[in-house]
């Protein structure tokens, strides 16, 4: 339970998004937060502000010279901590999401146009096949453990393509992405994935070098021989960037796939409700989105002091946004604990808001309605093993499962198998 107490004229609660008791009760603990103050002070971590409340989050979101997303590295050279916290790796910044300014702007323009709504539907075909290829190799079996078949894969798949990285090795660039985000800080699993790091770290800086000496038409082309103020990128910054597009293509729409499937096998009628027509998951999407949002919230670093939420914050103060508090908000959100897939508008924040609002948004949205829609049509009676499938271990990063093991009346392939041998 969280506790609440009065000191200094904040309101003081015990709180740590990376603890047991958050993974599992979140919805609970983070409306307990929002109904005794929409910003609190936790005493974890050397302290910092958790931001529960609609208004509070999107208004620190949306004031990047106030509450910026900068990390000053190595870790403790200076008072920004960046947008994780703690921190998944303190000897460098996640890329443009961890800029602010001009810096962050010049990258995100550099970048901007392989996420466009145009970029995202010329992809649309191929991660069909990937789609395709991937229910080709369980469906005649008729189980599968749908992470590691389906759900893991295509966007793997896709993220690795559009880098530029060998489409081959997903299985292992996959597990890197979802250990950073689900392994507790402060424990041996946690100092364990140094070994890990170090592999994705040279893999990553092989290829920006490799790009450097000959550039190609992929996304690390254009971040390793990006300039800014007239010089290249540094390579720890430009491994950030590369590192960025990773884990955020590779994580997070595996993680609202999982858990809309996982709800999905819950509530039969919404699963019948959305076979009946397929052009109802576009607004499903965004509905699953605001209850199981994969980034349950990210840090920024107080710049002046300022008052958010009723609390007054000073210099360097470290602010947590919740962005699944705020979108389970009554404020904002009618019913906001009951899945509503027709929901319109949905004004969740997901994505972020802001500046820093996610590249990605669109390809993970078409990713999401290519997937469930090949669920739907070749397996809509699947059934998941609930007993066994397994959420993360720490749901303080990202939200999502580990094992989704489920069974389904066995069909025939589509494809041919020669057609994408990636696994």
Not at 27 to 45: D, G, M, Q
Request: proline share 7%; charged share 20%; aromatic share 10%.
């Amino acid at each position: 339970m969280t506790q609440t107490a009065e000191s200094g004229g904040r309101t003081v609660v015990n709180f740590d998004h990376h603890s047991e008791e958050f993974r599992a009760r979140p919805t609970e603990i983070l409306h307990e937060l929002r109904s005794t103050c929409p910003v609190t002070w936790s005493e974890a971590y050397g302290g910092f502000w958790v931001a529960t409340g609609y208004h509070a989050v999107t208004t620190a979101a949306r004031d990047a010279e106030t509450f910026t997303s900068w990390k000053d590295v190595p870790v403790g050279s200076g008072p920004r901590v960046g947008q994780t916290f703690p921190g998944l790796n303190p000897a460098f910044r996640q890329g443009f999401a961890e800029m602010d300014g001009p810096m962050h702007q010049a990258l995100r323009r550099r970048v901007m146009g392989w996420f466009t709504s145009r970029a995202t539907d010329q992809l649309r075909p191929e991660v069909q096949r990937y789609t395709t290829w991937c229910m080709d190799q369980i469906i005649e079996s008729g189980r599968a453990e749908l992470v590691d078949a389906l759900v893991g894969p295509v966007p793997a798949l896709l993220s690795l393509r559009m880098l530029g990285l060998p489409m081959k090795d997903w299985r292992r660039f996959a597990e890197v992405a979802h250990k950073a985000f689900y392994t507790v800080p402060g424990t041996p699993e946690f100092s364990a994935l140094a070994e890990t790091h170090a592999w994705l770290d040279e893999q990553m800086g092989a290829a920006i070098s490799a790009r450097r000496e000959q550039p190609t038409d992929d996304l690390i082309s254009a971040i390793a021989n990006a300039r800014y103020e007239g010089e290249l990128l540094p390579m720890d910054d430009a491994m950030g960037c590369v590192q960025l597009l990773l884990f955020g293509g590779v994580d997070t729409t595996t993680n609202l796939l999982a858990s809309a499937l996982m709800y999905l096998d819950e509530d039969h009628e919404a699963r019948s409700w959305l076979r009946e027509d397929l052009s109802r998951l576009p607004r499903a999407c965004e509905e699953f989105l605001r209850l199981f949002t994969p980034s349950q919230g990210l840090a920024r670093t107080v710049m002046e002091p300022c008052a958010l939420g009723g609390q007054q914050l000073a210099l360097h103060d470290v602010v947590w946004l919740g962005w699944s508090a705020a979108n389970r908000d009554p404020e904002v959100f009618d019913d906001p604990d009951v899945a509503k897939l027709d929901r319109f508008p949905n004004r969740h924040t997901t994505f972020g808001v802001g500046p820093h609002r996610c590249l990605g948004a669109p390809t993970a949205r078409m990713m999401f309605e290519i997937v469930m829609a090949e669920v739907l049509t070749r397996i809509p009676e699947y059934t998941i093993d609930r007993d066994r499938a397994e959420r993360f271990p720490s749901i303080g990063q990202m939200n999502g499962w580990t094992a989704v093991p489920a069974t389904f009346p066995a069909g025939p392939r589509v494809g041919f198998a020669a057609d994408a041998p990636y696994l």
